[in-house]
């Protein structure tokens, strides 16, 4: 399975972040696999922001939780996160993968005015 991230690269703060993982080599709706979004601020280590399941069903990091939504297109064998109100905090490398396989290389996104 391979991944691919996209987005912009620059966001201003209190606008919203989104970004698109596409996925070639396999289904988003294959049992068991679940496709997940982390992320690596500057200087900092790996922290795990949320992901969704073959069925759909979401998970969220509780300290991103209530500005977190990831959806999916499964007829472009897609998923998105969506990002509000972001910060300077939220400024890292985005990487979208599924949990047990593979992963994308990632995408940088500063959050600046």
């Known amino acids: 399975v391979q991944l691919q991230e996209s987005g912009p690269g620059l966001v201003k703060p209190s606008q919203a972040l989104s970004l698109t993982c596409s996925v070639s080599?396999?289904?988003?709706?294959?049992?068991?696999?679940?496709w997940t979004w982390i992320r690596q601020p500057p200087g900092k280590g790996l922290e795990w922001v949320g992901a969704?399941?073959?069925?759909?069903?979401?998970f969220y990091s509780p300290s991103l939780k209530s500005r977190t939504s990831i959806s999916r297109d499964t007829s472009r064998n897609q998923f998105t996160l969506q990002l509000s109100s972001v910060t300077p905090e939220d400024t890292a490398v985005y990487y979208c993968?599924?949990?047990?396989?593979?992963w994308g290389q990632g995408t940088q996104v500063t959050v600046s005015s």
């Open positions: 993968g599924e949990l047990t396989s593979s």
């Open positions: 080599g396999g289904s988003i709706t294959t049992t068991n696999y679940i």
């Open positions: 969704i399941s073959d069925s759909g069903i979401t």
